[in-house]
């Protein structure tokens, strides 16, 4: 149970210092598709539901809920509470989605100009980009400096696995040399959020080399 409150903790306030007072307005600003595109296209109300689910999340968050609950989130939302329950094991799960949501901007393309070395490249440069905006930098030194104990998985790191798996998969249907998924993860995402949690130098010249490097454990 104290693993739990702790975590819980640790997210709310990575959102709350990371992101700031302004949170509800960032999700909807730059997240959550609109209500009319999700209209166009098939699934549509799913995304208005995930849409108000996610604000619903943000406006009590930024409001400095005690307790945020399933049956909360859903009375905000406008939605039945199974809704959340089907979806989501706990809160937990849901707070994390949201803050991926909030900072791998899950809406981007991956990258597919042909080649692997320029999917990489431009997929680490989006990165890099991300990931060094001030309210990006806040919230991953936040949530760093709120976690108590060493964690199983960590979901920024498993989207950009999920990144990194498709690129790799496109490059081999196209007869490409191509490093493991792993190497992509441990030679440029970890080395581009550790520099930027530390303050250290995160620029495109950096993000470009990660790249080089790790293709040459190919060549």
């Known amino acids: 149970m104290r693993a739990r409150f702790l975590r ?38 799913s995304a208005r539901v995930l849409n108000a689910i996610y604000t619903a999340v943000g406006e009590l968050v930024g409001e400095g809920t005690e307790r945020i609950t399933f049956p909360l989130i859903a009375e905000r939302a406008g939605v039945n509470p199974t809704t959340l329950y089907r979806r989501w094991d706990d809160v937990d799960a849901l707070l994390e ?13 991956i990258p597919d ?22 309210h990006r930098t806040r919230y991953l030194r936040a949530m760093v400096a709120a976690r108590a104990e060493i964690v199983s998985s960590c979901p920024v790191m498993e989207r950009r696995r999920d990144q990194a798996a498709e690129m790799v998969r496109r490059a081999s249907g196209r007869g490409q040399a191509a490093p493991t998924v792993g190497q992509i993860l441990d030679h440029i995402v970890a080395p581009l959020y550790h520099h930027v949690v530390f303050a250290l130098p995160a620029d495109e010249d950096y993000a470009r080399r990660l790249v080089r490097d790790v293709l040459l454990m190919v060549r």
């Open 113 to 134: 100009t042909g080649a692997l070395e320029t999917d990489l490249t431009e997929w680490a440069l989006i990165i890099t980009k991300d990931i060094a905006r001030p």
């Open 8 to 45: 819980r903790k640790a997210t709310i306030f990575a959102l709350n210092i990371g992101l700031g007072v302004g949170y509800s307005k960032f999700l909807c600003d730059n997240l959550i598709m609109s209500s009319a595109a999700a209209s166009t296209r098939p699934g549509g109300r």
């Open 97 to 109: 989605e949201v803050s991926v949501a909030a900072l791998t901007r899950e809406g981007d393309q």
